[in-house]
T-cell receptor
Framework: NAGVTQTPKFQVLKTGQSMTLQCAQDMNHEYMSWYRQDPGMGLRLIHYSVGAGITDQGEVPNGYNVSRSTTEDFPLRLLSAAPSQTSVYFC??????????????FGEGSRLTVL | DQQVKQNSPSLSVQEGRISILNCDYTNSMFDYFLWYKKYPAEGPTFLISISSIKDKNEDGRFTVFLNKSAKHLSLHIVPSQPGDSAVYFCAASGSGTYKYIFGTGTRLKVLA
């Protein structure tokens, strides 16, 4: 059972380049989300989705796009990377029971450096 | 504005003693709280949770206490073990909001 899989694990970009961080889960979870972790800032929510075709903004959505075409996948797109987006990114998923999220399952993270 | 705060960036405890990690929140709509543990180069892993209808939840060596009037929760680890050395995050969510807000983390070091 793979759980939550993130690719790539490491990426270096130049300012202005675009890229997509991939996230896939095999637990049939309705809820998926993206966080970024920065020193002294903890984990901050970027975007989340409660099902295919439904996405919403988190705490720090600017500079990122998401889409949810299937239950399994939730890619995070950086259209024009900036040095401020250098961070470690985590994808997380959860089942929705009674309309509320339960325990979040996290991927191993993707470390992105923007030069 | 930080809605979930962990004011102690680090904590050192002797093996076998109790570790107490604290977390404060400001949003009175939060009603579900979780603790996660994170080792370097790994994703956070779920440790224990508590609903606002309770004031205590235990799971083995881990106990979470919730004081709603003070908007404060704490994680107790007894006895502490060297393998508990990690960064601990608390998180909070409001019913139906689908947003988990995390604190900044506390790095626990358990000394052998």
């Amino acid at each position: 059972n793979a759980g939550v899989t993130q690719t790539p694990k490491f990426q270096v970009l130049k300012t202005g380049q675009s890229m997509t961080l991939q996230c896939a889960q095999d637990m049939n979870h309705e809820y998926m989300s993206w966080y970024r972790q920065d020193p002294g800032m903890g984990l901050r929510l970027i975007h989340y989705s409660v099902g295919a075709g439904i996405t919403d903004q988190g705490e720090v959505p600017n500079g990122y796009n998401v889409s949810r075409s299937t239950t399994e996948d939730f890619p995070l797109r950086l259209l024009s990377a900036a040095p401020s987006q250098t961070s470690v990114y985590f994808c997380a998923s959860s089942s929705l029971t009674g309309g509320d999220t339960g325990e979040l399952f996290f991927g191993e993270g993707s470390r992105l450096t923007v030069l | 504005d930080q809605q979930v705060k962990q004011n102690s960036p680090s904590l050192s405890v002797q093996e076998g003693r109790i570790s107490i990690l604290n977390c404060d929140y400001t949003n009175s709509m939060f009603d579900y709280f979780l603790w996660y543990k994170k080792y370097p180069a790994e994703g956070p892993t779920f440790l224990i949770s508590i609903s606002s209808i309770k004031d205590k939840n235990e799971d083995g060596r881990f106990t979470v206490f919730l004081n709603k009037s003070a908007k404060h929760l704490s994680l107790h680890i007894v006895p502490s073990q060297p393998g508990d050395s990690a960064v601990y995050f608390c998180a909070a969510s409001g019913s139906g909001t689908y947003k988990y807000i995390f604190g900044t983390g506390t790095r626990l070091k358990v000394l052998a």
